[in-house]
């Protein structure tokens, strides 16, 4: 029989484990936007005391949290800084500007973090001919950069300029765990540097789906009426936050292994004749592979991969990505770079 692919497109793919699936069926669920459902209500509560913050809100995805964190930081006319490789400003089909009317102002960094410096100089003087620079919106892991972690030393640098300048700060902090498990930093001290942030439960925990959003009491409060606002307002939902409960519980120490695999993959691939990896940027599950030496298009090494039983995602003109999860174990790790081996070696 032929064996599922090894499927590396991203972290998203993971389906519930079985004790995952018990705990969404034995969930007990009320109607959340009534505010009585206690396993939503259980998860709220969670995801704050992980984080550090006053108050948890559950969302239907990572790019609803944002755009609601942005909606509720923000008025009309406003600009927010992002960087230019954000999921924000690349991956959330013009959300800002859409939903809530504010302009994003993107500072090029090539393969590195936004830096205080940079976004200092890019907030706007007092003058009624320019929009007003609201928020600041950083993303730890940083995914377009290979899922690189911010330096704790730069986020505290940017918290001190956004303080004096009267500025708010939402981290797009996705894969947060994954940047406290690679940097042994804790949750806590990452989002105590920011106003708002957002974290997955689809992604490295296993969830389903659903997303977090956590802050001050005061803000989540105005965030729950704007989640209504875009149609996140939600029922019987506390069988996916049961799942995200589990998520958190028992997926966030076991992280390291998808850090390690991941690195164990690129080391590997970085043998492959025609290949080019930058070993520095794979700090945390995500690998960005570029193929341009191969002569092949992106496109074109995606089929032949696929057809050799390896998944991954177009990344880039000559770039592509793989991403490893609790789906992904060393074996898989193994059949994938000898895919890769096999693809690349019949290239003349």
């Known amino acids: 029989m032929p064996h599922d692919p090894v499927d590396l497109r991203s972290d998203t793919v993971t389906r519930p484990t079985p ?3 018990r705990a969404i069926a034995e969930a007990v669920v009320g109607d959340d936007v009534f505010k009585d459902d206690p396993t939503v209500q259980e998860l709220e509560r969670l995801a704050a005391e992980i984080t550090g913050t006053e108050a948890g809100l559950y969302v239907p995805s990572g790019t609803m949290g944002n755009e609601v964190a942005i ?12 960087d230019f490789d954000s999921h924000i400003y690349n991956y959330e089909t013009a959300g800002p500007a859409v939903l809530s009317g ?38 730890n892991t940083h995914n377009r950069k290979g899922g690189m972690v911010y330096s704790i030393e730069e986020m505290r640098r940017i918290r001190d300029l956004a303080g004096k300048r009267g ?16 940097s042994d930093i804790d ?43 875009l149609g996140g307002g939600m029922r019987q939902v506390g069988i996916l936050a049961a ?12 992280l390291p292994e998808d850090h390690r695999r991941a690195r164990q993959f690129a080391e590997g691939l970085s043998r492959i004749d025609r290949i080019d990896i930058d070993l520095d940027t794979v700090q945390t599950n995500i690998v960005v592979i570029d193929v341009e030496k191969s002569g092949l298009t992106v496109d074109e090494t995606i089929l032949l991969l696929e057809k050799n039983g390896v998944l991954v995602v177009p990344f880039g003109r000559t770039t592509i ?8 174990d060393d074996e898989d790790v193994t059949q994938a770079i000898s895919v890769f081996g096999k693809v690349f070696s019949t290239i003349r």
């Open 19 to 21: 004790e995952m699936r």
């Open 71 to 82: 909606l509720t930081h923000t008025q009309r006319g406003d600009e927010a800084i992002v």
């Open 102 to 139: 504010v302009q994003l102002a993107p500072i090029r960094t090539d393969n590195r973090m936004l830096r205080a410096a940079e976004i200092e100089e890019a907030i706007r003087p007092d003058d009624e001919h320019l929009p007003i620079t609201r928020l600041i919106c950083l993303e």
């Open 167 to 182: 500025l708010r700060v939402h981290l797009d902090g996705a894969r947060i765990f994954n940047a406290s498990a690679a």
């Open 187 to 229: 949750v806590k001290e990452y989002c105590s540097l920011c106003d708002s942030t957002m974290f997955c439960l689809s992604k490295g925990l296993g969830a389903p789906i659903g997303s977090m959003l956590v802050g001050g009491s005061e803000f989540i409060g105005r965030a729950r009426r704007n989640r209504k606002l």
């Open 243 to 254: 799942a995200g409960i589990y998520g958190l519980r028992h997926n966030v120490g076991r």
């Open 321 to 328: 990505r793989a991403v490893a999860h609790l789906d992904i």
